[in-house]
């Protein structure tokens, strides 16, 4: 198993572009998450997802959408990029039971906005 | 509000040198507290999972412990490859969502 890939590993942007960053899991997990990781900050959940079809919102959810149209991917889109979105991102996926399993993190998405 | 505040920030061992990190935590029921291992470049490795004070884990050098207020987590006789920054992270009935603190940077010198 290839666990939780995601693409790309790093990404240069300027302020309103737009752009996808690419999670996929192979292990059949239904929930499946989005964290940003900030220098002297904890890891902030941006919007997760407990099956196909159904998201909802984390803790700094703004600027960024998401959807699930399959059990494997879940993409994190940026509208339109911004000088504060400059951070690294993580992708981690669960059993069906939630939060409360263990979380299984990818590699991870560092982005810079200029 | 829920809270999770790790120390120290950085902690340089000689190999050898036992130690522990705290994680401090006030959250409205816990349902589960976790500690999780982070190389430089890489994403977060799930150590442990403790459910209710008293509970102890252990793997290789390390061993995690859960009190009612805080967790700890020893290093016993550590070696240059449990270098890595250590994260807490609290679930509470409350939120229901993960609060991670900010780490732990542990080095550890031959």
């Known amino acids: 198993n290839a666990g939780v890939t995601q693409t790309p590993k790093f990404q240069v942007l300027k302020t309103g572009q737009s752009m996808t960053l690419q999670c996929a899991q192979d292990m059949n997990h239904e929930y499946m998450s989005w964290y940003r990781q900030d220098p002297g900050m904890g890891l902030r959940l941006i919007h997760y997802s407990v099956g196909a079809g159904i998201t909802d919102q984390g803790e700094v959810p703004n600027g960024y959408n998401v959807s699930r149209s399959t059990t494997e991917d879940f993409p994190l889109r940026l509208l339109s990029a911004a000088p504060s979105q400059t951070s690294v991102y993580f992708c981690?996926?669960?059993?069906?039971?939630?939060?409360?399993?263990?979380?299984?993190f990818g590699p991870g998405t560092r982005l810079l906005v200029l | 509000e829920d809270q999770v505040t790790q120390s120290p920030e950085a902690l340089r061992l000689q190999e050898g040198e036992s130690s522990s990190l705290n994680c401090s935590y006030t959250v409205s029921g816990l349902r589960g507290l976790f500690w999780y291992r982070q190389d430089p470049g890489k994403g977060p490795e799930f150590l442990f999972t403790l459910y209710s004070a008293g509970e102890e884990k252990e793997k290789e050098r390390l061993k995690a412990t859960l009190t009612k207020k805080e967790s700890f987590l020893h290093i016993t006789a550590p070696k240059p490859e449990d270098s890595a920054t250590y994260l807490c992270a609290v679930l509470s009935y409350n939120t229901d969502k993960l609060i991670f603190g900010t780490g732990t940077r542990l080095q550890v010198f031959p």
């Open positions: 981690a996926s669960s059993t069906g039971t939630g939060f409360g399993e263990t979380q299984y």
